[in-house]
């Protein structure tokens, strides 16, 4: 069946929805290409998103799976912190890309520099965002490529909002054994020994290293990958980070998008390129995939 914009019941803004036959479904905004929800088959949300989230086509959406590109935080001032993909205006492709296997069903989003993004950022780029919804699978690829003819440096991150059933019991594998940088104790770095992360106040990590699946124990697992593809050259694997997320009271406090009290409510897995910029040659292409197995 043909995918068409429709206006969403939740944020009142032009949206994708996606429907599988066993009952689960998505919802994507053009507002950011964000995915605001991801239902499964027996009506349960996969994503949270924010009672306070403000849908107004210009802010960035408080759940869901925001897009981060092409930077992560603010490094550069000259650009809004975590980049201009997120508040953009993406369109629905019409051309599907590779196709839908058996029993999936999918939708491609795309965005490209435009003068309000030269404005803040000076390169040209191409992003396609690919959807795809099985059977109570979600999969997600940003596809970065870089149309002009000079090499730039970039950061991606699919900024993904998981629902937990209460924060202080929730507890994350995948991390042992892995190296963080603390974004609440100066960058420094330092190894999690855990077996599994737990949440007793705030939490803001970029794990970086060799990370195989993450999963909320009992709840929803997460894999994550990277690969780069350079004309006539073989894909080549990207390291890929992931950021951990809770704001914790304090934090949810000074969020005026945020309920005080949401926090007990989510945790935020995200995959990136991001403790680092990487390179991207005239030609290539970053895909950064999150598979969400509910
Ligand atoms: O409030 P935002 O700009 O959406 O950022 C929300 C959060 O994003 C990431 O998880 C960062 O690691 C956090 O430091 C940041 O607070």
Redesign the pocket.
């Known amino acids: 069946m043909a995918l068409g914009v429709t206006t969403s019941a939740t944020t009142g803004q032009p949206c994708v929805a996606l429907a599988h036959p066993n009952g689960g479904s998505v919802e994507v905004q053009l507002h950011g290409a964000t995915v605001t929800s991801f239902k499964t088959s027996s009506g349960n949300d996969v994503l949270f998103l924010s009672e306070k989230a403000v849908f107004n086509g210009a802010k960035?959406i408080?759940g869901g799976i925001?897009l981060v590109f092409p930077q992560f935080?603010q490094p550069d001032k000259a650009m809004p912190?975590?980049g201009v993909a997120r508040t953009a205006t993406w369109s629905l492709s019409e051309e599907e890309g590779e196709p839908a296997v058996e029993g999936h069903v999918k939708a491609n989003f795309v965005l490209g520099h435009s003068e309000e993004t030269l404005a803040k950022w000076p390169h040209s780029f191409s992003l396609r965002y690919e959807v795809d919804l099985g059977a109570d699978v979600l999969s997600v690829t940003l596809h970065v490529t870089n149309p002009g003819e000079e090499a730039f440096d970039f950061q991606a991150l699919l900024?993904t909002y998981l629902t937990v059933p209460e924060i202080e019991g929730a507890k994350v594998n995948g991390f042992q054994n892995v190296q963080y940088i603390d974004?609440l104790e100066n960058n420094e770095s330092f190894k999690d020994e855990r077996p599994q992360a737990d949440f007793t106040r705030e939490v803001?990590r970029i794990y970086a290293g060799e990370i195989g699946d993450v999963g909320v124990v009992g709840g929803t697992t997460v894999t994550n990958s990277c690969e780069k593809t350079a004309p006539g050259a073989a894909e080549v694997c990207v390291p890929v980070d992931v950021?951990l997320?809770n704001?914790w009271i304090a934090?949810a406090k000074s969020?005026g998008d945020f309920g005080d009290e949401e926090y007990h409510k989510m945790v935020?897995i995200?995959p990136g390129i991001v403790s680092k910029s990487h390179s991207i040659a005239p030609g290539e292409t970053f895909s950064l995939k999150q598979v969400i197995t509910a």
Do not use: N, T
Request: proline share 12%; with cysteine; aromatic share 6%.
């Open positions: 960035a408080r925001p935080g912190s975590h900024h974004q803001d950021v997320w704001p934090k969020l935020c995200e």
